[in-house]
């Protein structure tokens, strides 16, 4: 059983930056690509980014290039989020998910495509 806990969240103003962390349990992180998602309130969870297995491929969603970008440690089984010029409407929940296998890019947005989630991280960002 694998789980996933994040942590970073937190009430920031709008331009401020935060680091989110989803530390994993196992021994197999480094066999999956790993992905941030995030939901507001009313809202579907949306993709935010995606990291491969090694970190050397990155996607992301177009709301956040540019001012996101994602990492991974894999010899401390942990994917990292960093979130610069944060708007208001970048709150959300965010959450880390372990990819199925394999996926291709246009797989790699589709929550159906990721088989283990955290409990989610609360980021709010104030005007």
């Known amino acids: 059983q694998v789980q996933l806990v994040e942590s970073g969240g937190g009430l920031v103003q709008a331009g401020d930056s935060l680091r989110l962390s989803c530390a994993a349990s196992?021994?197999?992180?480094?066999?999956?690509?790993m992905g941030w998602f995030r939901q507001a309130p009313g809202k579907e969870r949306e993709f935010v980014a995606s990291?491969?297995?090694?970190?050397?491929?990155?996607y992301y969603a177009d709301s956040v290039k540019g001012r996101f970008t994602i990492s991974r440690d894999n010899t401390e089984n942990t994917v990292y989020l960093q979130m610069n010029s944060l708007k208001p409407e970048d709150t959300a929940v965010y959450y880390c998910a372990r990819a199925r296998g394999t996926l291709i890019r246009s797989e790699l947005e589709r929550t159906l495509n990721y088989d283990y989630w955290g409990q989610g991280t609360q980021v709010t960002v104030s005007s």
């Open positions: 990291i491969s297995r090694s970190g050397g491929s990155t």
């Open positions: 196992g021994r197999t992180f480094s066999s999956y690509a």
